[in-house]
């Protein structure tokens, strides 16, 4: 069983995933870059975590997305990614709605699409005006197709300016849909921190949600999983990789058009994708048995 690779030699880039799933019990799999980009799914990467179940394995979908994992199963079958590739869904919007637990009775100003919503179902807490809130809950961009953070910055200078504390449900900076690269709730909640504001992340890379993910895995197992038997796979650098390496649990860089343009790899540019000690035990242009 491969283990985290030293800074000092090449990561290894592999085509097959095959090699590295024995002696792992569970993957923890990221969903969008890595099961589909937003618009349709990757038939390899489908096929793989099938493999990977048929020969007893289990496949957690670990995602950022701001929204409860019923929500996000319904978007996958939307998309067409196939039920029988994964077991179970815990997202960041799962974690986020614990922090947003604490503002019970109180208004909260959603910042973020209205197909957000689901986040907030069930929650005894009040979605408020922007000028009534106690608290901010940021899921993403109003509208990530045409907007940018920069768009923003009136809005989150007010906020900064009455200390209002922010939620971000979701730290990814961008994600690829189709062929474009969006921003998410991660750059709204950099742009606040560098006004100054305070934010608590739910999700990657932060370890509460692993912790979580490994509790979830041990109540469908009815049994302990050891972290050195997991393995995570996913895009993202500071949060996949990163959030795999805080938790003490391998992990597999898949390269999607946001850190790697075309999804090419080489032992040079990984080398500049992760210059320090957290790295990958391997790296894939795309995941596939």
Not at 218 to 247: F, N, Q
Request: proline fraction near 6%; hydrophobic fraction near 45%.
């Amino acid at each position: 069983m491969e283990t985290q690779a030293s800074r000092t030699t090449p990561i290894p880039i592999i085509d097959s995933i095959a090699a590295l799933a024995e002696g792992r019990d569970v993957w923890l799999t990221d969903i969008w870059g890595v099961m589909h980009n937003g618009v349709a799914p990757f038939a390899s990467a489908c096929d793989a975590c099938t493999r990977f179940r048929l020969a007893g394995g289990t496949v957690l979908l670990l995602s950022n997305a701001p929204r409860p994992a019923a929500s996000v199963a319904a978007q996958l079958d939307r998309i067409g990614v196939p039920r029988f590739a994964w077991d179970s869904i815990v997202t960041s919007g799962d974690a986020a709605r614990t922090l947003l637990s604490v503002y019970a009775g109180k208004p909260v100003f959603p910042l973020g699409p209205e197909r957000d919503l689901p986040l907030y179902d069930g929650l005894d807490m009040t979605l408020g005006s922007a000028e009534d809130a106690v608290a901010v809950s940021c899921t993403g961009l109003f509208d990530d197709e045409i907007e940018t953070p920069d768009d923003y910055a009136g809005m989150l200078t007010g906020f900064a300016a009455r200390n209002l504390p922010m939620v971000c449900a979701n730290p990814d900076l961008t994600v690829e849909r189709g062929d474009k690269i969006v921003y998410c709730a991660g750059a709204l909640a950099a742009a606040y921190e560098a006004l100054g504001g305070t934010v608590t992340y739910a999700g990657k890379p932060h370890v509460p949600i692993y912790d979580m993910a490994l509790a979830h895995i041990e109540a469908l197992k009815s049994k302990p999983v050891s972290r050195e038997r997991v393995l995570a796979i996913g895009d993202g650098i500071r949060t996949d990789i990163a959030g795999a390496a805080r938790a003490g649990i391998d992990s597999v860089f898949i390269a999607s058009g946001v850190h790697v343009e075309g999804g090419g790899l080489t032992d040079a540019g990984l080398a500049k994708l992760f210059p320090g000690d957290i790295r990958p035990i391997a790296a894939m242009g795309v995941l596939a048995w």
